[in-house]
């Protein structure tokens, strides 16, 4: 996200959107917590 200058992402499934990623969520939802950003996957925090 930081290389292309987006600040979300739209996850899609079988082509249909199914929720957004924002910057905001992974700097509260992953950061802050101290969790793993490797270890977390977009669905647990859209």
């Given at each position: 996200m930081e290389l292309s200058g987006i600040g979300s992402v739209v996850i899609?499934?079988?082509g249909k959107p199914v929720g957004i990623v924002t910057d905001r969520d992974i700097a509260i939802k992953i950061?802050?917590?101290?969790?793993?950003?490797?270890?977390?996957?977009?669905g647990e925090i859209m």
């Open positions: 899609t499934k079988a950061f802050i917590t101290g969790r793993d950003p490797s270890a977390v996957r977009a």
